[in-house]
C-alpha cells in the first residue's frame, strides 16, 4: 500500500522548542494540503501546494509556522516556538489531477502534545 | 465563523436500519460537498461527494443528498452495519482553484449489533 506516509505519528516537545513534520504524498500526486484538527472538531485547512508551489496559506498559520515542498514531491510542516495551543493532529493530503475537486487522500496524521 | 456545520455530535442506529447525518453550511459559493469517514488513529477517507449541480448522488449503501435552497445536505446509510460505527465529517470547496476543504465538527456513528 502507497497511500500518504506521515512522521513522526505522534511529537511530545516542550514550549518553546521546534518541531518539524514530514509528509510523503502517495506517488505522482502533484496536489498537497497540511490541514490540523484540534479535539472535538473537523480538519482545518491550513495551507497548499501545487508540485513545488505553496500557493495558498490560512491565516491559522502564523510566521511561526512554515511548510515547504521542495521538488513537488515530499513536504515538511516546521512549527517553532511551539505553545500549547499548537497541540493538535496535523494531516497531510494529496491528490492528482487538474482539477480542485479531485479527491483528497489523507495520511494518518501527526500528534503533537506541547508540554 | 463555521460556514460547514454538523449539529449533532452523535447518532446511534441498530444494524440494518437506516443511518442519516446531517449538514449545514453557510457559503453559497461551495460547489462540491463531500463526505469523509475517520476511524480512531486514522486519516479521513473519503466516502462520496456531489457537485451542486446535483441533488442526489448514489455509491452502493451510501447517497448523498444535496439541498441548494436549504444550503443542507444529508449522508444516508442502508443498511447500516456495526464496520460503519466511525466519526464523518462533512466537507465543502469552492470559490478558487485550491481544492481546500473546510470540513464540519464530525459526527460520530454508532451502528448496534
Known amino acids: 500500500d502507497t497511500g500518504v506516509s506521515q512522521d513522526p505519528r505522534h511529537k511530545i516537545t516542550k514550549r518553546g522548542q521546534n518541531v518539524t513534520f514530514r509528509c510523503d504524498p502517495i506517488?505522482?500526486?502533484?496536489?498537497l494540503y497540511w490541514y490540523r484538527q484540534t479535539l472535538g472538531q473537523g480538519p482545518e485547512f491550513l495551507t497548499y501546494?501545487?508540485?513545488?508551489?505553496?500557493?495558498?496559506k490560512s491565516r491559522l498559520l502564523s510566521d511561526r509556522f512554515s511548510a515547504e515542498r521542495p521538488k513537488g514531491s515530499f513536504s515538511t510542516l516546521e512549527i517553532q516556538r511551539t505553545e500549547q495551543g499548537d497541540s493538535a493532529m496535523y494531516l497531510c493530503?494529496?491528490?492528482?489531477?487538474?482539477?480542485?475537486?479531485?479527491?483528497?487522500?489523507f495520511g494518518p496524521g501527526t500528534r503533537l502534545t506541547v508540554l | 465563523d463555521q460556514q460547514v456545520k454538523q449539529n449533532s455530535p452523535s447518532l446511534s442506529v441498530q444494524e440494518g436500519r437506516i443511518s442519516i447525518l446531517n449538514c449545514d453550511y453557510t457559503n453559497s459559493m461551495f460547489d462540491y460537498f463531500l463526505w469523509y469517514k475517520k476511524y480512531p488513529a486514522e486519516g479521513p477517507t473519503f466516502l462520496i461527494s456531489i457537485s451542486s449541480i446535483k441533488d442526489k448522488n448514489e455509491d452502493g449503501r451510501f447517497t448523498v443528498f444535496l439541498n441548494k435552497s436549504a444550503k443542507h445536505l444529508s449522508l444516508h446509510i442502508v443498511p447500516s452495519q456495526p464496520g460503519d460505527s466511525a466519526v464523518y465529517f462533512c466537507a465543502a470547496s469552492g470559490s478558487g482553484n485550491t481544492g481546500k476543504l473546510i470540513f464540519g465538527q464530525g459526527t460520530t456513528l454508532q451502528v448496534k449489533p
Open positions: 501546494f501545487q508540485n513545488e508551489a505553496q500557493l495558498e
Open positions: 506517488s505522482e500526486h502533484n496536489r
Open positions: 493530503a494529496s491528490s492528482f489531477g487538474p482539477r480542485s475537486t479531485d479527491t483528497q487522500y
